[in-house]
């Protein structure tokens, strides 16, 4: 974990407000906390703020502080410990988070980051020439069973190659990035190449629904055999009658005491 401070005033906005639709959020968000709880919305007001401009900013932290009756440096550790807050200004297009985590790093993720590092910048948290890219390393980002991935944003992208991330940034680069999810065609965690268990669709019904299909239904069943079938007896009284005979007839159970052992010592008390 590296040490994360905000970006130098040099970057920082003067100001922050939210804009659009995000102000009534705003307001909807922190009308769902009981009074005097309002801090609670911290983190999914601070994330917003982060949708809005790419990044948060130094005066977003500060507005969130005072908006929610918060000390600054209370809204500044959130801020600072969760590493999915971006701290500093990204690219504008896609700002690429490489897993660098052993099941990604054992399926290829050091190509990924060479990619990153030859085609947007030599360093994390620097942007692209041309403004549109950013890159870093983070941890496992909970997709292991099909590294190496990448996030970009909310979304994620799996089982990547050299060549097919290669494609994801010139999809991003043309406004037409590639569909979230495996890009090697797999369906979601499924084994490569389709499912190699469990294959049998009749699974897939339910079990009481598999037990119903079997059964004739009350068109099928002759009306002979309906008009003749003895009625039920109730299950309940059944029982209880049975356990009320086997009572009485049964005589009661002997007990019978075993006869002491007798050992080397003449035999010990039981
Ligand atoms: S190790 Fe990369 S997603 Fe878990």
Redesign the pocket.
């Known amino acids: 974990m590296s040490v994360r401070r905000l970006a130098p005033d040099a970057v920082q906005p003067a100001s922050f407000e939210f804009r659009g639709e995000n102000v009534a959020w705003v307001e909807a968000l922190i009308a769902k906390y009981p009074p005097g709880k309002q801090a609670s919305a911290v983190i999914p007001m601070m994330m917003r703020a982060q949708e809005q401009d790419g990044w948060v900013t130094k005066a977003a932290i500060e507005w969130i502080a005072a908006k929610l009756g918060m000390a600054k440096i209370r809204v500044l550790e959130v801020a600072t410990f969760y590493t999915q807050f971006l701290l500093a200004p990204v690219g504008s297009v896609a700002h690429v988070q490489v897993?660098g985590?052993?099941?990604?790093m054992l399926r290829g993720s050091d190509e990924i980051l060479s990619i990153c590092k030859s085609r947007i910048h030599l360093d994390p948290f620097h942007v692209s020439d041309d403004g549109k890219f950013s890159w870093e390393e983070v941890e496992?980002?909970?997709?292991?069973v099909n590294?190496?991935?990448v996030a970009v944003f909310k979304d994620t992208y799996e089982d990547l190659t050299p060549d097919s991330f290669n494609a994801l940034l010139d999809g991003f680069a043309s406004g037409n990035p590639p569909k979230p999810g495996p890009q090697n065609g797999r369906h979601g965690a499924l084994p490569e190449g389709g499912a190699t268990t469990l294959t049998d669709p009749e699974l897939y019904k339910g079990a009481y629904l598999v037990n119903l299909l079997k059964q004739p239904t009350v068109a099928e069943t002759p009306a002979a055999a309906v008009a003749e079938a003895p009625a039920p007896a109730p299950v309940a009284a059944e029982a209880a009658t049975r356990a009320a005979a086997e009572t009485q007839t049964k005589p009661a159970a002997k007990r019978v005491r075993k006869p002491k052992e007798s050992g080397s010592d003449g035999g010990a008390a039981e």
């Not at 985590?101 to 990604?104: G, I, K, L, M, Q």
């Not at 496992?140 to 292991?144: R, S, V």
């Open positions: 897993c985590t052993t099941p990604c496992c980002l909970g997709a292991c590294a190496p991935m």
